[in-house]
């Protein structure tokens, strides 16, 4: 196995709100918003060894899901103790339920403040 040339420190992710896509993702997966930097655009937040960051850029152009019109570009997907409890949950911090579930069985696809897709995932079976 060859030595690496760099480490991954973070996922960073375009948004029109740094702050308020930090404290989204904070609160909807336990974490903690370790940075906001308002006359940056940018903000960041530790979810247990993981850091988000949240740049906010001019003209943001939401992801349309399923669509490629815009796409996705990314998704992120958390596992969750029980799937409706925690789609309440999300939905109460402002995501919203995507009208085109792929397999609502297995999982759920959201859709945060900004139109980001993210899923959340049951417990693995077997």
């Given at each position: 196995?060859?030595?690496p040339v760099s480490e991954l420190i973070?996922?960073?992710?375009?948004?029109?709100?740094?702050?308020?896509?930090?404290?989204?993702?904070?609160?909807?997966?336990?974490?903690?918003?370790?940075?906001?930097?308002?006359?940056?655009?940018?903000?960041?937040?530790?979810?247990?060894?993981?850091?988000?960051?949240?740049?906010?850029?001019?003209?943001?152009?939401?992801?349309?899901?399923?669509?490629?019109?815009?796409?996705?570009?990314?998704?992120?997907?958390?596992?969750?103790?029980?799937?409706?409890?925690?789609?309440?949950?999300?939905?109460?911090?402002?995501?919203?339920?995507?009208?085109?579930?792929?397999?609502?069985?297995?999982?759920?696809?959201?859709?945060?403040?900004?139109?980001?897709?993210?899923?959340?995932?049951?417990?693995?079976?077997?």
């Amino acid at each position: 196995m060859s030595t690496p040339v760099s480490e991954l420190i973070a996922f960073t992710i375009d948004t029109p709100d740094a702050s308020r896509s930090a404290r989204f993702y904070a609160d909807l997966a336990g974490g903690e918003v370790t940075g906001e930097y308002p006359e940056h655009g940018y903000a960041s937040v530790a979810i247990g060894a993981y850091t988000l960051n949240f740049q906010g850029v001019q003209g943001y152009a939401a992801p349309r899901w399923p669509g490629q019109d815009h796409p996705q570009q990314f998704h992120l997907d958390f596992r969750v103790g029980e799937l409706e409890q925690a789609v309440q949950h999300a939905t109460g911090l402002g995501a919203t339920v995507a009208a085109e579930q792929p397999a609502p069985e297995a999982y759920r696809v959201m859709l945060d403040p900004d139109g980001h897709p993210f899923c959340l995932c049951p417990p693995q079976q077997g």
